[in-house]
Nanobody, 128 residues
Framework: VQLVESGGGSVQAGGSLTLSCSAS????????IAWFRQVSGKERDGVAV????????HYADSVKGRFTISEDNLKNTVDLQISGLSLNDTATYYC???????????????????????WGQGTQVTVS
């Protein structure tokens, strides 16, 4: 599976943006697809995750109510809708395929990077 992000760019504070993660090579169903973000000089943090093929989603507390993760099974894509953008949302956003957990909820936040199997190349979001 290859993951390619798109939709990043420069946005004014208060605005909205939708990032898209396109998967190719294999169907992503029954995997956890997550969005991470990395502020320059800091670690990557998982902000949203969806268990593909279900409505199971989880969000980091810092983004709840503003971020929405969703998937399009026909297109094999996972989108991240971001509203109410602030300067703190400036970061590189990465899509990732995460190994699902056995027992309980298959996906979780926070996401240890050791559980990530595939990374996308990232897309920059700059809020001004």
């Amino acid at each position: 599976v290859q993951l390619v992000e798109s939709g990043g760019g420069s946005v004014q504070a208060g605005g909205s943006l939708t990032l898209s993660c396109s998967a190719s090579g294999s169907n992503i169903r029954y995997n956890c697809i997550a969005w991470f973000r990395q502020v320059s000089g800091k670690e990557r943090d998982g902000v949203a995750v969806i268990y593909s093929g279900s409505d199971i989603t989880h969000y980091a507390d810092s983004v709840k109510g503003r971020f929405t993760i969703s998937e399009d099974n026909l297109k094999n894509t996972v989108d991240l809708q971001i509203s109410g953008l602030s300067l703190n949302d400036t970061a590189t956003y990465y899509c990732a395929l995460v190994q699902p957990l056995l027992g309980g909820s298959p996906c979780r936040i926070p996401i240890p990077e050791r559980d990530v199997r595939i990374w996308g190349q990232g897309t920059q979001v700059t809020v001004s």
